[in-house]
């Protein structure tokens, strides 16, 4: 039985421990490669799914997108964490933005300055 497999069985189950473990193990003993890292954390969402915390799914799968903007089931993955925690209308905004590089290049300020005579 493969890593994902083992994973769902062990959720499904509802034995969120194995779950843990199994990906706890799983970076441990992996080669390099063997496992994508989107898979991995996939599997951490998935895990916080499980658990009822979808503020820590999103964080994952937010970071994961980050890293890997090219693995569509991750955007995937979040709408359906994002509408399982009722956040519908926060959905599109967020899978338009994430991913991209930021919109001020180099040198430009994101912030606006403070005034230089203003005191603090």
Known sequence: MGFEARLHAALDGGDIRAARQLVAETEAETTPGAIAPSTIAAAKAHIAVADGDMHAARAILVM?????PEVSYLRTLLTEVMLA?????????VLTHLGRAPSGGPGEATTPERPADRKV
């Open 64 to 68: 994961a997108i980050e890293a890997a």
């Open 85 to 93: 925690s009722g956040r519908a209308t926060d959905v599109r905004p």
